[in-house]
């Protein structure tokens, strides 16, 4: 599986973006999908995470009520719809694929596939 994340840019503060990562291969809808982030000297962190069926999500504390991650199998994509955002949201947004049915983490290192990354700069 190959993922392409798309859709970051600069925005201010308070506006929105959406990040998109298209899948390539088979098998995508029995994949925990989820969207990491890493800001410039920090490590990688959690973002959000839908399960295969897109019927449970999973958000970090910071992002919760203002991030909406999403999924459409018979597109193969996922998406994470950000809304307010603040300074402190500007990282390289990554999509992550986790396979097999498996149950969604918060780990990084539970993903197998990794998109290229996008940026997202947020000013004030």
């Known amino acids: 599986v190959q993922l392409q994340a798309s859709g970051g840019g600069l925005v201010q503060a308070g506006g929105s973006l959406r990040l998109s990562c298209a899948a390539s291969?088979?098998?995508?809808?029995?994949?925990?999908m989820g969207w990491f982030r890493q800001a410039p000297g920090k490590e990688r962190e959690f973002v959000a995470a839908?399960?295969?069926?897109?019927?449970?999500?999973y958000y970090e504390d910071s992002v919760k009520g203002r991030f909406t991650i999403s999924r459409d199998n018979a597109k193969s994509t996922v998406y994470l719809q950000m809304n307010s955002l603040k300074p402190e949201d500007t990282a390289v947004y990554y999509c992550?694929?986790?396979?097999?049915?498996?149950?969604?983490?918060?780990?990084?290192?539970?993903?197998?596939?990794w998109g290229q990354g996008t940026q997202v700069t947020v000013s004030s």
């Open positions: 992550a694929g986790r396979g097999g049915y498996l149950m969604p983490s918060t780990v990084s290192s539970a993903y197998n596939y």
């Open positions: 291969g088979r098998a995508f809808s029995s994949y925990v």
């Open positions: 839908v399960t295969w069926s897109g019927g449970t999500t």
